[in-house]
């Protein structure tokens, strides 16, 4: 590695150097301006040697050179002597222009000039010169050709008509004669010589074309910016040959190092130096160049400075309109040298001390400067008490800041630096990459405020960016942190922070769930991948810690098996979240707008979470049944689970009848029903003890139970030791001695199958009836024999069979898929026994009247009876069929070995179920369908007799 710095590689010019050999940017000639050549005071420009002295020669000005020379050599075929310089303020066209003048007034210093830099020319040693800086002339001139006569010295254009091309040769009389016209744009638009615009465009046009004459020793410079039309549009017409100097950026650069750099000292330092850079970035993977060997050869032109340090200030200065970018950037780049002439080998982005130069930044983007200034003094650490005072950092913080600054200059918020060119920016032998960019994604992003993150670039911007210290902050929360914040969020948040509320396995905490009689709702932030795996987790929460009360646990976990806890976008937003939440707490002064981003980012947690639930499973003997939350308005969830687990009333009666029947005569008291609820999750789970205490006034109400001493009544108050006792052990009911058969009577035609049922009650069913015209929904129906299946020709069967009138009449015959009207209306011996009134009763209807309900599953099945079926319809007969494979339990109960037939065996059965005792909807829905043993895989049609009530 080598040593040294830029002192022992090169001298500084003569220009910038003082006696001691220091450099200074006090006797720079940073600008020069034409009219000094007249001043009666001396000038630096009025001096030859000097001004040769400090010129490189560009490749633009040695064509002018050359040019120039072709047309004064008589032997040359070159006439053309017009020449236009273009560029913005400050590119080099006065210098150039000044130039020029020297070579011809000074012609031996100006010869030795030419020979010293290779240029084998010679110019006329006798040339008239007039070199008019138009703004700044000796006197107020109105008209080219007046002032361009009187500096020429030529009487004859004192006044009078602009002369023509003619009478500009005549005038010159053959002396060779440059005349040089700077600023002429300026002066020719300003309002107070408007009469004289045509004259003056006449006049340079003539003084152009003139110079392009071979009769004709004139040559003519004019400098331009490019601004007037009307001087553009006569350009063409004259030919002249065009210079711009605004694409000449490689001329630029090693116009100013030539200003700069004086001797190299040691050259094969300088090589080994150029080329451990170029292996730096070899051997960096974060640094890929296309061509290793042009950026040794750059660094070698561009020393002391590296390429993209000058590069990046050649363009924040080009770009400013109106700036002296060569002037001011030329004085700049003197103090930038001076200041690292001890300190670096190479002068790096990272070394531009932009604190120390704000002045000239302020130029270029004043604002943003003001940004930067502000976290600058943010990041380092004042080493006095003044906000001005002087700072220090942490290893790389100020270089980085110097660049992204320099990048954002006049681009702020829209272009930066990216990681190539931090890394060349500070990037020397024995730094390490990593530990630059570590500092500056750790240390500087997200601590200063107006750095932005803008497409893989990082920027300066003049607003604040609290996000990228909500950012920065969420790098250092840890996962369990986060997902801690997301459980806080779901139970505080979503289920409205109710204490029977617990997270599934908490990160930071013990699962502690109350073994009490209160609902317990345990939310999992985990998905699982069937239902099965949810009954093993209930399983878990409730007999895998030996819980007393295991109906009290309801299970909530996200929808579509998509969790919660392993999502990154959530694990990410809660992140910002924490970090928002420590920020606020830590930080007395935060950037503008950062309660709105966190508060932003806090409400996009609860949606996306929010999104995510939820599922509702309840416990029942064949395990959890999951369902559907459905969240609305300003509802939270923990109202919405309670909606949906909300146990039916008709549910509950059947349930505690069941279990008031079981207990026989002796009944059973009601605190011992109530803790069978809560323990036991073959019984529907309670969300309010309230549920349990209204069936049991209602089946009391309906005497089915006896509570106590109520029957057939409200009751007044249930205590822990009331006792309840069924129906059938509070009073015997007398049998009726005459046995009532059913009559079964099939229609083999166009009415279908009808059934003729007698029961104890006197009630009697029919189906197949229209519901609105009491008609049947057949013709020509066929009554058969319940006892033998023959078709019946009267009220009397061979088998011996028989029925008359009074069994009609007394309800001990009912018809199903038909009505006792047909029967009655098709033999005549009953017709006159029995009259309409005798025949009031319940009436069915087939459901549907044509084909079958289908369903896919019995979730689905129930779901579609729950939606078809009114709440207030009776069912008195259900044909279910369903198909499906029978599993290891569905084999081996059919006394088959399930070891080898398990999934191998298909059923197709068709159930048809007519009770004692109509069923309500929900009866049929949760007493049967529910609780009805069929393959997982089973798909049903149903069909049944219905009795309406309109």
Not at 256 to 284: I, K, M, P, T
Not at 349 to 368: K, Q, S
């Given at each position: 590695?080598t040593?040294?710095?830029?002192?022992?590689?090169?001298?500084?010019?003569?220009?910038?150097?003082?006696?001691?050999?220091?450099?200074?940017a006090?006797?720079l000639l940073?600008?020069v301006?034409l009219?000094n050549?007249?001043d009666?005071?001396?000038?630096p420009?009025?001096?030859?040697?000097?001004i040769?002295?400090?010129t490189?020669?560009t490749?633009?000005?040695?064509?002018?050179i050359?040019?120039?020379?072709?047309?004064?050599?008589?032997?040359?075929?070159?006439?053309?002597?017009?020449?236009?310089?273009?560029?913005?303020?400050?590119?080099g066209?006065?210098?150039?222009?000044?130039?020029?003048?020297?070579?011809?007034?000074?012609?031996?210093?100006?010869?030795?000039?030419?020979?010293?830099?290779?240029?084998?020319v010679t110019?006329?040693?006798?040339a008239?010169?007039?070199?008019?800086?138009?703004l700044?002339?000796?006197?107020?001139?109105?008209?080219?050709?007046v002032?361009?006569?009187?500096?020429?010295n030529?009487d004859?254009?004192?006044?009078?008509?602009?002369?023509?091309?003619h009478?500009?040769?005549?005038?010159?009389?053959?002396?060779?004669?440059?005349?040089?016209?700077?600023?002429?744009?300026?002066?020719?638009?300003m309002?107070?010589?408007?009469?004289?615009?045509?004259?003056?465009?006449?006049?340079?046009?003539?003084?152009?074309?003139?110079?392009?004459?071979?009769?004709?020793?004139l040559?003519?410079?004019?400098s331009?910016?490019?601004?007037?039309?009307?001087?553009e549009a006569?350009?063409?017409?004259t030919?002249?040959f065009?210079?711009?100097?605004?694409?000449?950026?490689?001329?630029?650069?090693r116009?100013?190092l030539?200003?700069?750099?004086?001797?190299?000292?040691?050259?094969?330092?300088?090589?080994?130096?150029?080329?451990?850079?170029?292996?730096?970035?070899r051997?960096?993977?974060?640094?890929?160049l296309?061509?290793?060997q042009?950026?040794?050869?750059?660094?070698?032109?561009?020393y002391?400075?590296?390429?993209?340090?000058?590069?990046?200030?050649m363009?924040?200065?080009?770009?400013?309109?109106?700036?002296?970018?060569?002037?001011?950037l030329?004085?700049?780049l003197?103090?930038?040298?001076?200041?690292?002439?001890?300190?670096?080998?190479?002068?790096l982005?990272?070394?531009?001390?932009?604190f120390?130069?704000?002045?000239?930044?302020?130029?270029?983007?004043?604002?943003?400067?003001?940004?930067?200034?502000?976290d600058?003094?943010?990041?380092?650490?004042a080493?006095?008490?003044?906000?001005?005072?002087?700072?220090?950092?942490?290893?790389?913080?100020e270089?980085?800041?110097?660049?992204?600054?320099?990048?954002?200059?006049?681009?702020?918020?829209?272009?930066?630096?990216?990681?190539?060119?931090?890394?060349?920016?500070?990037?020397?032998?024995g730094?390490?990459?990593?530990?630059?960019?570590?500092?500056?994604t750790?240390?500087?992003?997200?601590?200063?405020?107006?750095?932005?993150?803008?497409?893989?670039?990082?920027?300066f911007?003049?607003?604040e960016?609290p996000a990228?210290?909500?950012?920065?902050?969420?790098?250092?929360?840890?996962?369990?942190?986060?997902?801690?914040?997301v459980?806080?969020?779901?139970?505080?948040?979503l289920?409205?922070?109710?204490?029977?509320?617990?997270?599934?396995?908490?990160?930071?905490?013990?699962?502690?769930?109350p073994?009490?009689?209160?609902?317990?709702?345990?939310?999992?932030?985990?998905?699982?991948?069937?239902?099965q795996?949810?009954?093993?987790?209930?399983?878990?929460l409730?007999?895998?810690?030996?819980r007393?009360?295991?109906?009290?646990i309801?299970?909530?976990?996200?929808?579509?098996?998509?969790?919660?806890?392993s999502?990154?976008g959530?694990?990410e937003?809660?992140?910002?979240v924490?970090?928002?939440?420590?920020?606020?707490?830590e930080?007395?002064?935060?950037?503008?707008?950062?309660?709105?981003?966190?508060?932003?980012?806090?409400?996009?947690?609860?949606d996306?979470?929010?999104?995510?639930?939820?599922?509702?499973?309840?416990?029942?003997?064949?395990?959890?049944?999951?369902?559907d939350?459905?969240?609305?308005?300003?509802?939270?969830f923990?109202?919405?689970?309670?909606?949906?687990?909300?146990?039916?009333?008709?549910q509950?009666?059947?349930?505690?009848?069941?279990a008031?029947?079981e207990?026989?005569g002796?009944?059973?008291?009601?605190?011992?029903?109530?803790n069978?609820?809560?323990?036991?999750?073959?019984?529907?789970?309670?969300?309010?003890e309230?549920?349990?205490?209204?069936?049991?006034?209602?089946?009391c109400?309906?005497?089915?139970?006896?509570?106590?001493?109520?029957?057939?009544?409200?009751?007044?108050?249930i205590?822990?030791?009331?006792?309840l006792?069924?129906?059938?052990y509070?009073?015997?009911?007398?049998?009726?001695?005459?046995?009532?058969?059913?009559?079964?009577?099939?229609?083999?035609?166009?009415g279908?199958?009808?059934?003729?049922?007698?029961?104890?009650?006197?009630?009697?069913?029919?189906?197949?009836v229209?519901?609105?015209?009491?008609?049947t929904?057949?013709?020509?129906?066929i009554?058969?024999?319940p006892?033998?299946?023959?078709?019946?020709?009267?009220?009397?069967?061979?088998?011996?069979?028989e029925f008359?009138a009074s069994?009609?009449?007394?309800?001990?015959?009912t018809?199903?898929?038909?009505?006792?009207?047909e029967?009655?209306?098709?033999?005549e011996?009953?017709?006159d026994?029995?009259?309409?009134?005798?025949l009031?009763?319940?009436?069915?209807?087939?459901?549907p009247i044509?084909?079958a309900?289908?369903?896919?599953?019995?979730?689905?099945?129930?779901d579609?009876?729950?939606?078809?079926l009114?709440?207030?319809?009776?069912?008195?007969t259900?044909?279910?069929?369903?198909?499906?494979?029978?599993?290891?339990?569905?084999?081996?109960?059919?006394g088959?070995d399930?070891?080898?037939?398990?999934?191998?065996?298909?059923?197709?059965?068709?159930?048809?179920?007519s009770?004692?005792?109509?069923?309500s909807?929900?009866?049929?829905?949760?007493?049967?369908?529910?609780?009805?043993?069929v393959?997982?895989?089973?798909?049903f049609?149903?069909?049944?007799e219905?009795?309406?009530?309109?």
């Amino acid at each position: 590695m080598t040593d040294g710095v830029i002192s022992n590689y090169v001298t500084p010019s003569e220009e910038i150097q003082t006696e001691d050999g220091e450099i200074t940017a006090d006797n720079l000639l940073d600008e020069v301006s034409l009219y000094n050549l007249y001043d009666n005071r001396e000038s630096p420009e009025q001096n030859a040697e000097r001004i040769l002295n400090i010129t490189y020669p560009t490749e633009t000005l040695t064509t002018i050179i050359k040019r120039t020379a072709e047309k004064f050599d008589s032997n040359s075929s070159v006439s053309e002597g017009a020449h236009i310089i273009g560029g913005e303020f400050g590119s080099g066209k006065s210098h150039i222009e000044l130039v020029l003048y020297h070579l011809f007034s000074s012609p031996r210093i100006g010869q030795e000039w030419l020979n010293e830099n290779g240029i084998e020319v010679t110019l006329p040693s006798n040339a008239r010169t007039a070199a008019l800086q138009m703004l700044n002339l000796d006197r107020d001139y109105d008209r080219l050709h007046v002032a361009v006569g009187e500096y020429l010295n030529i009487d004859g254009w004192h006044e009078g008509d602009p002369p023509g091309v003619h009478e500009i040769r005549d005038a010159l009389d053959d002396q060779p004669t440059a005349v040089f016209i700077d600023e002429f744009e300026r002066w020719f638009g300003m309002s107070s010589r408007a009469e004289y615009r045509d004259d003056n465009l006449g006049f340079l046009q003539n003084l152009l074309e003139a110079s392009g004459r071979a009769d004709t020793p004139l040559t003519v410079y004019v400098s331009l910016l490019f601004e007037e039309a009307d001087v553009e549009a006569i350009l063409p017409r004259t030919n002249p040959f065009r210079h711009d100097l605004s694409r000449r950026r490689d001329e630029k650069i090693r116009f100013l190092l030539h200003r700069l750099v004086g001797e190299v000292r040691d050259s094969d330092g300088l090589d080994s130096l150029v080329q451990e850079y170029a292996d730096v970035y070899r051997n960096n993977g974060q640094i890929q160049l296309t061509d290793y060997q042009e950026m040794e050869d750059r660094i070698k032109r561009y020393y002391p400075f590296h390429p993209l340090a000058l590069d990046t200030l050649m363009d924040k200065f080009s770009e400013q309109r109106g700036h002296q970018d060569a002037r001011g950037l030329l004085h700049l780049l003197t103090e930038i040298f001076a200041d690292n002439y001890h300190d670096v080998d190479l002068i790096l982005t990272g070394d531009i001390d932009v604190f120390e130069y704000t002045g000239w930044f302020r130029f270029i983007d004043g604002e943003l400067v003001s940004k930067y200034l502000n976290d600058y003094h943010r990041l380092g650490a004042a080493t006095s008490d003044e906000q001005g005072g002087e700072k220090t950092f942490e290893p790389h913080i100020e270089e980085l800041l110097n660049i992204v600054l320099l990048h954002s200059l006049a681009r702020g918020g829209e272009e930066g630096a990216n990681k190539r060119q931090m890394l060349m920016g500070t990037m020397r032998k024995g730094k390490n990459a990593h530990e630059i960019i570590q500092t500056f994604t750790e240390d500087l992003f997200g601590h200063a405020w107006h750095v932005f993150r803008i497409n893989g670039e990082y920027a300066f911007d003049t607003d604040e960016n609290p996000a990228a210290r909500i950012e920065k902050k969420a790098e250092d929360i840890h996962k369990n942190t986060a997902i801690h914040r997301v459980e806080r969020l779901v139970k505080e948040d979503l289920f409205d922070g109710h204490n029977n509320v617990h997270i599934h396995n908490p990160v930071n905490t013990e699962q502690d769930i109350p073994d009490n009689k209160t609902l317990q709702i345990v939310v999992a932030l985990a998905a699982k991948q069937n239902q099965q795996a949810y009954n093993q987790q209930f399983k878990e929460l409730t007999t895998g810690q030996e819980r007393e009360f295991n109906n009290t646990i309801v299970l909530v976990t996200p929808q579509k098996r998509s969790s919660v806890d392993s999502n990154t976008g959530i694990r990410e937003l809660a992140r910002k979240v924490v970090a928002g939440e420590q920020l606020d707490r830590e930080e007395e002064v935060l950037p503008d707008g950062f309660d709105d981003i966190h508060n932003q980012n806090y409400q996009n947690l609860r949606d996306r979470i929010r999104d995510k639930y939820g599922t509702v499973h309840t416990s029942t003997e064949r395990g959890l049944v999951p369902q559907d939350i459905s969240v609305s308005g300003n509802m939270d969830f923990y109202t919405a689970t309670l909606e949906e687990i909300r146990p039916d009333s008709s549910q509950v009666r059947s349930e505690v009848k069941d279990a008031v029947e079981e207990a026989k005569g002796g009944g059973i008291q009601y605190q011992h029903l109530l803790n069978d609820f809560y323990r036991n999750t073959k019984y529907t789970t309670l969300t309010d003890e309230q549920e349990l205490k209204d069936a049991i006034q209602s089946l009391c109400r309906d005497e089915v139970i006896k509570v106590g001493t109520y029957f057939g009544e409200r009751v007044g108050s249930i205590g822990s030791d009331t006792v309840l006792v069924h129906e059938d052990y509070v009073q015997t009911v007398e049998e009726d001695d005459n046995t009532t058969a059913t009559i079964t009577v099939d229609s083999t035609s166009v009415g279908g199958t009808t059934k003729i049922s007698s029961s104890s009650d006197g009630s009697h069913t029919n189906s197949g009836v229209d519901e609105e015209s009491g008609e049947t929904s057949g013709t020509g129906q066929i009554f058969t024999c319940p006892q033998c299946g023959n078709e019946l020709q009267g009220t009397n069967c061979e088998c011996g069979f028989e029925f008359d009138a009074s069994d009609i009449k007394e309800g001990k015959v009912t018809v199903e898929g038909g009505n006792a009207t047909e029967l009655v209306q098709t033999f005549e011996e009953l017709k006159d026994e029995v009259e309409e009134e005798d025949l009031e009763g319940p009436t069915t209807t087939r459901f549907p009247i044509m084909g079958a309900l289908d369903a896919e599953d019995k979730p689905s099945l129930i779901d579609t009876l729950e939606r078809e079926l009114s709440i207030d319809w009776k069912i008195h007969t259900v044909s279910l069929s369903y198909t499906g494979t029978l599993a290891a339990d569905g084999v081996a109960s059919r006394g088959l070995d399930a070891d080898s037939l398990a999934n191998q065996v298909e059923v197709d059965e068709t159930l048809i179920i007519s009770p004692e005792e109509s069923l309500s909807r929900d009866a049929l829905l949760n007493d049967l369908l529910l609780r009805l043993d069929v393959p997982d895989d089973a798909s049903f049609e149903v069909w049944m007799e219905v009795e309406k009530s309109e």
